[in-house]
């Protein structure tokens, strides 16, 4: 038997690059969007019981396996996870924004309401 | 808002028999995964605003003058805190696809490798060659970030690699490949159709077929036609040939070999000989001896054609040129830069092809959009788009006299 909990995370073969100057940013990086994928794991399973629940009142370990979402539940399901990347990803969303911004600093237009 | 705007749920990929059982909370990562590489493809355009707001006026300021190639601007672009952040998510987004895909498939490896075993036993549709080498070019790096890359085993005879590889292109297109990820093979079946209705061809080689996603379709599509698909790494042979057997495709025999020596076959062997996706994952040396050895193999008459992502020419904006090319330097694409800077129709012509023999196409995924909706929101996502230039040939039907043969500088002047 492989030890499948190991390898699964083996490393591929070739440098990696570094993105930020301190490699403990690559790192933390790295845990924080892992942690962000199982969070999400998390409220789809969550969402399985509940749709269960709905349906039949009582549920097992075995029926939140087995479960697959018809099309609309998949659709529902889908969305959940856009809106939920919408808000964790909402800084790097707004850093773009904020690059197409033409307008003043906040010390700047606190300077020239000041003087108004 | 529309429902293309939200992939499908990872339930919706078609089972087959080498297909891994799928825990609930497993379809939920790749379910993740679909939706972040949705949301950073639409993030992409903060790159464009960083070059245009900053990186490209600090350059300009500089140097005096504009970028004069895509690696001018990739160097520029790394240093922008933007592209950085963007590069360093998209990054963790293909480990994490990796993580989540052998983590799924090797918990389940026993599984998996007596499945396949049943359906690849006493066949004679799938031929391993040990004496094949896994090339150079294949062996310095794991491509896609893929631990193992095609060939790798986790044991010796396993389908890991492979069933892996399968697994998760799901969770990198966002589903853009369809049920089967076979939305390639469906686009070549459609094409061919159109551009020649009626046409049965007699063999039809497909080089460098990894699990067969490609080839699947056609051999289902031409059932009296005999395909072979060829590649390097058995593991992902074991696992595509058990794959295509469970579909139905008896007539596709995947046989280990490389493409740049198919001296097994005879000249004028194959009415059809193909690539879909593989150029870019060879060496400056191989890619023109593949060809070469595609050419020698197709009847006269026959088919050549080789699905990749566009190549990069005078025409194609520097900027576009660099964030195409991120796959290379971010995503173990060695070859990728070199590759689609490339004159593919000079290399094809140089390999024996009459220059007004070629044709380029464009070709686009077929896949069923009901479950699968096509995703053209706007948003390209440069290397996983489900949408190819194909760089095709027919051969003539009658070889050319050997003093009318094409010169390669001729060729190239016109």
């Keep these: 038997m492989v030890d499948w909990i190991a390898r699964a995370g083996a490393k591929a073969k070739g440098k990696r690059p570094q993105y930020f100057e301190d490699p403990a940013v690559d790192r933390t990086l790295s845990i924080v969007m892992a942690i962000a994928g199982e969070v999400a794991v998390l409220r789809e399973r969550l969402d399985t019981v509940e749709r ?24 529902e399901r889908g969305l959940l996870h856009k809106e939920y990347l919408a808000r964790i990803l909402r800084g790097v969303q707004q ?22 | 808002m529309s429902a293309t705007d939200v992939p499908p749920p990872y339930s919706a990929v078609a089972r087959h028999g080498v297909s891994p059982d799928v825990a609930h909370d497993e379809a939920a990562r790749f379910n993740f995964l679909a939706n972040l590489n949705k949301a950073l493809a639409g993030f992409s355009a903060g790159n464009k605003l960083a070059y245009d707001t900053r990186v490209l006026p600090a350059f300009e300021a500089e140097h005096g003058r504009a970028p004069k190639d895509r690696f001018e601007i990739r160097h520029a672009m790394n240093r922008d805190p933007w592209h950085r952040y963007w590069s360093a998510l998209k990054r963790n987004s293909m480990e994490m696809r990796q993580q989540n895909g052998r983590s799924m ?20 549709t799938l031929v391993l060659d040990p ?55 469906a686009a070549l079946v459609d094409w061919i159709r159109r551009e020649r209705p009626g046409w049965v061809p007699k063999r039809i080689l497909d080089i460098g077929a990894t699990i067969g996603h490609n080839i699947v379709p056609l051999a289902l599509a031409f059932p009296d036609t005999e395909v072979i698909a060829i590649d390097t790494a058995a593991p992902s042979l074991r696992y595509g040939h058990a794959r295509a057997q469970s579909l139905g495709a008896y007539n596709l025999k995947f046989v ?63 900027y576009e040129q660099f964030i195409r090319d991120w796959d290379a330097f971010n995503n173990n694409e060695p070859f990728w830069s070199a590759m689609h ?11 024996g092809l009459p220059r007004d023999s070629l044709f380029v196409t464009g070709v686009r995924a077929v896949v ?28 003539p039907s009658c070889p050319l006299p050997e003093g009318e043969r094409v010169d390669l500088r001729e060729a190239q002047a016109g």
Excluded at chain 2, 256 to 281: K, R
Excluded at chain 2, 345 to 350: A, L, R, Y
């Design chain 1, 52 to 75: 269960l629940l709905d349906a039949k009142g009582t549920i097992s370990r075995a029926d939140i396996e087995a479960y697959t979402p018809d099309r609309q539940a998949g659709a």
């Design chain 2, 368 to 395: 069923d959009e009901e479950i699968f909706p096509r995703q053209d929101t706007g948003v390209e996502d440069h290397g996983r788009a489900a949408v190819w230039s194909a760089y095709g040939a027919w051969k």
């Design chain 1, 95 to 116: 850093d773009m924004e904020a690059m197409a911004e033409k307008g003043p600093s906040v010390e700047e237009l606190s300077r020239e309401l000041r003087d108004l």
């Design chain 2, 341 to 351: 800077a490339l004159d593919l129709k000079s290399i094809m012509v140089e390999a």
């Design chain 2, 256 to 318: 280990q070999m490389s493409g740049e020596d198919l001296s097994a076959y005879p000249d004028g062997h194959f009415d059809w000989v193909q690539t879909t996706m593989f150029l870019h994952e060879l060496s400056g040396t191989a890619l023109p001896r593949v060809i070469r050895e595609g050419v020698r193999v197709m009847a006269p008459g026959g088919l050549m054609l080789h699905l990749e992502q566009p190549q990069y020419s005078d025409d194609m904006p520097l």
């Design chain 2, 105 to 124: 498939v090797l918990r389940q490896l026993d599984e998996l490798d007596a499945k396949a075993r049943q359906y690849n036993e006493g066949r004679d």
């Design chain 2, 131 to 185: 004496s094949v080498a896994v090339p150079r070019y294949q062996s310095a790096i794991d491509i896609h970030c893929m631990p193992g890359s095609y060939h790798g085993e986790e044991r010796p005879g396993d389908v890991s690699a492979g069933a892996n590889y399968d697994c998760g292109i799901f969770a990198t297109t966002g589903g853009g490949l369809g049920a089967l990820n076979d939305g390639g093979g």
